[in-house]
């Protein structure tokens, strides 16, 4: 079955540091795979998505994510954090030929100034 | 273009009460999906149709939740007696396409925030 794991459920970091949220995944099929970010009383909005091609996904807000298949991850990060960018963030799963988008458990952005 | 829009945004209820959830997806999107999601979790499905019909309702607990959606546009969520577990944040998404198109990016509502007492 597939799976998405976020190791980290809380990241610290000071504004103008660079980021990196882990997420790994556990997929038979090449998945498709998403980074949503969710502000606290709102909906999840799309960052960036992998479905094929270039590994290196550029998304909104200056995040990037990177697509490693033999290590099952999709990481996402940005080289400068800003204050706005504390939130939720959140990488999912699907596949073709799958019926289902799985989301993992989050991580939660913590912005120091 | 709007979004998906979800009402009511909040609700508060006392348990073994009924309530409702509403979505209007974005236009045009034939695919609209039902997710609840617990505090510090991620979303989990719990139905997704393509234009009226159900295709995936099995994370649905029928025996207290219903869901519809006429004409294929709007969809209604509703709980049946409400208990406390119930609880949650309920997400509507639509897309263009179903899951594993190629074309299934999920565009989500706020939300409804449900609390039952």
């Known amino acids: 079955a597939q799976s998405v794991t976020q190791p980290d459920i809380h990241i610290t970091v000071s504004e103008g540091a660079s980021l990196e949220l882990r997420c790994n995944y556990s997929?038979?099929?090449?998945?498709?795979l998403f980074w949503y970010v969710q502000s606290p009383g709102q909906g999840l909005q799309l960052l960036l998505k992998y479905f094929s091609g270039d590994t290196l996904v550029q998304g909104i807000k200056g995040f990037e994510a990177e697509f490693k298949r033999s290590q099952s991850s999709f990481n996402l990060r940005k080289p400068s954090v800003h204050w706005s960018d504390a939130a939720e963030y959140f990488c999912?799963?699907?596949?073709?030929?799958?019926?289902?988008?799985?989301f993992g458990k989050g991580t939660r952005l913590h912005i120091l100034p | 273009e709007a979004g998906v829009v979800q009402s009511p945004r909040y609700k508060i209820i006392e348990k073994k009460q009924p309530v409702a959830f509403w979505c209007n997806p974005i236009s045009g999107h034939n695919t609209l999906y039902w997710y609840l999601q617990n505090l510090g979790q991620g979303p989990e499905l719990l139905i997704r149709y393509e234009n009226e019909e159900a295709v995936d309702d099995s994370q649905l607990p029928k025996d207290r939740f219903s869901a519809e959606r006429l004409k294929g546009v709007d969809s209604t969520l509703k709980i049946q007696p409400a208990e406390l577990g119930d609880s949650a944040v309920y997400l509507c998404?639509?897309?263009?396409?179903?899951?594993?198109?190629?074309?299934?990016?999920?565009?989500f509502g706020a939300g409804s925030r449900l609390t039952v007492l």
């Open positions: 998404a639509s897309s263009l396409a179903g899951p594993g198109s190629g074309a299934n990016v999920l565009t």
């Open positions: 997929y038979g099929a090449t998945p498709y």
């Open positions: 999912a799963v699907g596949a073709l030929g799958d019926d289902k988008i799985i």
